[in-house]
């Protein structure tokens, strides 16, 4: 089991940029898939971002492309989410998960979920 914890959110203006930081421990391995999604009011849980452990690749949801960006730390227990350019729509909790094997879109398919950390977008 990994155990996950979120940091990071806040209350920013339109146009204006967060970072969120997502720390894991327990059964922590190189071949773990960590990723960030977010759930607003009234609406599914949606896949934002994540990065394949094995091959590196970075996924991004069509809505945060080009204004967000996903890196993993060193020791591959940290997960972060560089935001910018952030819009009101983007209003929502912000949580990190954790799965074994690839990496997917797929909110069901991830085992180990933070907390969460709201992110607000507002004027």
């Known amino acids: 089991q990994v155990r996950l914890m979120e940091s990071g959110g806040g209350s920013v203006p339109p146009g204006g940029s967060l970072r969120l930081s997502c720390v894991a421990s327990?059964?922590?391995?190189?071949?773990?898939?960590m990723g960030w999604f977010r759930q607003a009011p009234g609406k599914e849980r949606e896949g934002v971002a994540h990065?394949?452990?094995?091959?590196?690749?970075?996924y991004y949801s069509d809505s945060v492309k080009g204004r967000f960006t996903v890196s993993r730390g060193n020791t591959k227990a940290s997960l972060f989410l560089q935001m910018d350019n952030l819009k009101p729509e983007d209003t929502a909790m912000y949580y990190c998960a954790a799965r074994s094997g690839m990496c997917s879109t797929s909110p069901t398919l991830f085992a180990d979920w933070g907390q969460g950390t709201q992110v607000t977008v507002s004027s």
């Open positions: 327990g059964h922590i391995y190189s071949t773990l898939c």
């Open positions: 990065i394949n452990p094995s091959s590196g690749y970075t």
